[in-house]
């Protein structure tokens, strides 16, 4: 491998690691899949329980509103919750710095060592870096607390994320009904057309992860199919008792 390969390579996992921390990676794996797997859900089971066409497509779009605005509502929340957790980390390495920096400076020092740079070395550097409080700062929450300041994330990104990702999901269970199809057969190329996403979006996540793409897109569709079983059978016995 070349040394600009390399370097490539050291940025995009630089990059895989910031998506992560900032919370835009979690909110698209997560609206996605459960655009595909909730609205699948919904429209069997309503459709297997008899429901007409328009009923199940009236159902789907609902359920595609009120899932993407509410996977948009919990991600903004949780993000925004993580950041203002980290700033608050930060805050307070920020006022120990102004009152103990001594403390920290022995901290950083011992987090060099212990990575295997010799005293000395570690010493000189702690001493470089302390030479301006603000690069001081971030040298320490990224070395020893483990956060980069750069990276906290965007709420505003994770919610934008899920609701688009969500409603893309949402299309390959519903796209049956949206073209006229009802019955059994759009039931069955709904389970078709989001078994299809499911593998693309489990073997996607196990790549992106380090894994074997296979068995992580052989995990995501046993639960999709796991899920359009119990639905179908569900809406069925529903639809024949009321019936």
Not at 7 to 23: F, I, N, T
Not at 143 to 164: I, K, M, R, Y
Not at 168 to 178: H, K, N, V
Request: aromatic share 8%; net charge negative; glycine share 12%.
């Amino acid at each position: 491998m070349t040394e600009k390969s390399h370097e490539e390579a050291s940025e995009m996992l630089a990059e895989r690691a910031a998506q992560v921390q900032r919370g835009a990676a979690r909110a698209a794996v997560l609206g996605v899949n459960d655009g595909l797997v909730s609205i699948l859900c919904l429209v069997i089971g309503v459709a297997a329980a008899g429901a007409e066409a328009r009923a199940v497509l009236i159902a789907g779009f609902a359920g595609l509103l009120a899932g993407a605005i509410s996977m948009a509502a919990g991600e903004w929340i949780s993000v925004k919750a993580q950041v203002e957790l980290f700033e608050n980390v930060l805050s307070d390495i920020k006022k120990i710095t102004r009152n103990d920096k001594e403390l920290l400076e022995q901290n950083l020092t011992k987090n060099f060592i212990e990575h295997g740079i010799d005293e000395k070395t570690a010493k000189q550097a702690v001493a470089d870096v302390s030479a301006r409080d603000e690069t001081f700062v971030s040298m320490y929450s990224n070395q020893v607390v483990g956060l980069n300041d750069d990276e906290l994330g965007s709420p505003w990104v994770a919610a934008g994320s899920s609701f688009v990702l969500f409603s893309f999901g949402a299309i390959p269970p519903l796209f049956p009904w949206i073209i006229g199809m009802h019955g059994m057969p759009g039931i069955i190329l709904a389970i078709v057309l989001t078994g299809l996403g499911s593998l693309f979006v489990g073997g996607y996540t196990a790549q992106s992860s380090g894994k074997s793409v296979v068995p992580g897109a052989i995990r995501q569709l046993g639960i999709v199919i796991f899920a359009a079983v119990v639905t179908y059978g569900i809406g069925y016995i529903f639809g024949v008792s009321v019936a």
